[in-house]
């Protein structure tokens, strides 16, 4: 068959098309090139504004109070900061609570996201009620949450267990109030996912576990890592969910916030001050290796 006039005259005209495209846009015989959009940096008055409220409200409720912990702990000098630092109660403290902590995260980062793909992911009876239930963690007052947790493992648990005044208490309450912190961030990414992704890759022959590492977890990385500081940093600055069950016990089950407390108490602020700026620099390193961690993941993976 002779091919009609219309298609050879596109024939001819498409690698014209093409050159000149490449040509006007950014080819190699392009010597005049499109200009680039300035980058906005002056800020409008309203902007402005806005910027300055916004520094001095988080100057207020952060900066400054932080800065005042700080200027306390080095009140007494290096030798003061250090000794209350070095106190064996002290350590005692700081590595139970840092221990518990990062153990809790573990198992809310792989239990957390499991929770959170069945909610997206299945429907089945009950799921609403599920949805309401696990953010009872964040609307129980933290007292009333030792309380719970007291009568379920406390003397008189129904369950037949008494870890009363043990770490098993303190792993339990730090569990029970960072419960929902990856669920709900790691959620949403789910919802937004699209699983014609997923069954793109499943059709070109990807395993499960390939799709997951390929194509889901780097978009749930940002998420999952996010959750992971917000439930580190809620475990070592809890104090109400456990202090009923763990029994403040030192050198056995006292944490880091009721050293705190146990030292204002005794008028000892220096002391009191040190361990609240070595858990600030703590949360500040996790902060900031989960958010590496979490660039890498979603770069390479």
Not at 74 to 87: C, H, I, P
Not at 122 to 129: A, E, I, T, W
Not at 289 to 296: A, E, G, M, N, V
Request: some cysteine; proline content about 5%.
């Amino acid at each position: 068959m002779t091919p009609s006039a219309g298609t050879v005259e596109a024939q001819q005209l498409a690698p014209t098309s093409a050159a000149e495209g490449a040509t006007s846009v950014g080819g190699p015989r392009n010597r005049h090139r499109l200009p680039r959009a300035k980058s906005a940096t002056t800020l409008t008055p309203i902007s402005g504004l806005g910027l300055g409220i916004a520094l001095t409200w988080f100057s207020l409720l952060v900066l400054i109070p932080l800065t005042a912990v700080l200027v306390q702990a080095s009140a007494g000098g290096w030798q003061a900061y250090w000794d209350a630092l070095t106190s064996p109660q002290t350590l005692a403290a700081l590595k139970l609570t840092v221990g518990q902590a990062v153990l809790v995260t573990g198992v809310n980062i792989i239990m957390g996201t499991a929770i959170a793909w069945v909610l997206v992911r299945d429907q089945f009876v009950g799921k609403r009620l599920l949805e309401v239930v696990i953010d009872i963690p964040f609307a129980l007052p933290t007292i009333v949450a030792g309380l719970v947790l007291l009568s379920l493992y406390g003397p008189s648990s129904p369950l037949g267990v008494n870890w009363a005044n043990t770490r098993i208490a303190v792993f339990l309450a730090f569990l029970f109030v960072t419960l929902p912190f990856i669920v709900r961030t790691v959620q949403p990414v789910l919802l937004e996912l699209e699983q014609e992704v997923e069954e793109a890759a499943a059709s070109l022959g990807a395993r499960r576990s390939t799709t997951f590492r390929l194509v889901i977890l780097p978009s749930l990385a940002p998420a999952i890592t996010s959750g992971a500081a917000l439930s580190f940093c809620r475990a070592i600055s809890e104090y109400g969910s456990l202090v009923l069950l763990s029994g403040n016990l030192p050198y056995s089950t006292e944490v880091a916030s009721v050293r705190i407390l146990s030292s204002v108490e005794g008028d000892k602020l220096t002391e009191a001050a040190a361990l609240a700026s070595i858990l600030l620099v703590v949360a500040l390193i996790v902060i900031i290796t989960l958010d590496l961690i979490s660039r890498r993941v979603a770069r390479y993976a």
